[in-house]
């Protein structure tokens, strides 16, 4: 939260020069359940099948090395279009960017449960990966039907966001916090780590 709140991430307008061909999008991102592998490639139909109902463009973010990414790698890439763009690897600091510039994230990445709040974006998290995580009131939750994907993203994208304020996660002070706090603690003669000798 403090990264994001000292705005360490790629501005719009660096955006818009690194990655030139990216405007209007969505940016998906989906990580394997492990409990759920026999069903992770008709979830990706699934979702791949409700994008499709939309003009936006589609950035997608390929799943860590969990089991069951190569799964989804493959699924994702069966259902490849030339309006998506597909990275398997990107640094913090320009997903964050990216994030910042979206429309809506859709997926089930703790990215739209934690950090998204603070950019005012709304995410569609998919299914039980985040299940009773505490969330804030830019996340809605919706299963693995295309319909039930499909209609929470219409509803994500009318939704108003300007005044919603609270982000569970904090509101990207706690440095200065805990900086305070140290500051003004008399620590005497003790150490916090004390070196044992045998």
Known sequence: MDEIKNGDYLDKEQLK???PNINNFFLVVFHPITEEFKEL????????????????QKVWILPN????????????FEHKNSESIYFRNLSRFDYLGL?????ILIG????????????????????????????SKLTINCNYSTDSIKKNIKKG?????KKINNNPYGDGKS??????ILRNTDLGNNFLIKKITY
Do not use: H, W
């Not at 090395?65 to 994702?76: K, L």
């Not at 440095?175 to 305070?180: D, F, T, V």
């Open 157 to 161: 994208l009318k939704k108003k966001t």
């Open 41 to 56: 490639k008709l979830y990706i139909k699934n979702l791949c099948k409700a994008l499709d109902s939309f003009k936006e």
């Open 99 to 103: 994030l910042n510039d979206c429309k």
């Open 175 to 180: 440095s200065k916090r805990i900086l305070n």
């Open 108 to 135: 089930n990445s703790s990215s739209g449960i934690i950090e998204s709040p603070l950019f005012k974006k709304v995410s569609i998290n998919i299914g039980n990966r985040q299940s009773e995580r505490i969330q």
């Open 65 to 76: 090395n969990d089991a069951g990414s190569s799964i989804i790698r493959e699924s994702v």
């Open 17 to 19: 020069k690194n990655y």
